[in-house]
């Protein structure tokens, strides 16, 4: 069992940047693989990166935020991070951190352990 609350987001505008963190409870952290999704308003809930368990040698991100976005983890604080650059009016969503034991995935429904999600709003 693995219980995540995000934290980070806020208003920023075109052109800033976000760090959002997700702390992580429960299970051993370093077994699960971890992502982030975000969810707009009116849309379905998609996926923004993701790390592999373990070191985190393995990171995957959607096409939308590759080069903006940086997944990245710290398995002695039990911490996951997004690290946004170069933000822009349609990154604005909820975002949500996820855990799934062991390896990663691209689909929300793959991961069983889910945070409360923390509001991020990019203004033009």
């Known amino acids: 069992q693995v219980h995540l609350v995000e934290s980070g987001g806020g208003l920023v505008q075109a052109g800033g940047s976000l760090r959002l963190s997700c702390v992580a409870s429960?299970?051993?952290?370093?077994?699960?693989?971890m992502g982030w999704f975000r969810q707009a308003p009116g849309k379905e809930r998609e996926f923004v990166a993701a790390?592999?368990?373990?070191?985190?040698?393995?990171?995957n991100y959607a096409d939308a935020v590759k080069g903006r976005f940086t997944i990245s983890r710290d398995n002695a604080k039990n911490m996951l991070y997004l690290q946004m650059n170069s933000l822009k009016p349609e990154d604005t969503a909820v975002y949500y951190c996820?855990?799934?034991?062991?390896?990663?995935?691209?689909?929300?429904?793959?991961?069983?352990?889910w945070g409360q999600g923390t509001q991020v709003t990019v203004s033009s």
């Open positions: 429960g299970s051993s952290f370093s077994s699960y693989a």
């Open positions: 996820a855990a799934r034991y062991a390896t990663w995935s691209k689909e929300a429904t793959h991961y069983p352990y």
């Open positions: 790390i592999s368990w373990s070191a985190g040698l393995n990171k």
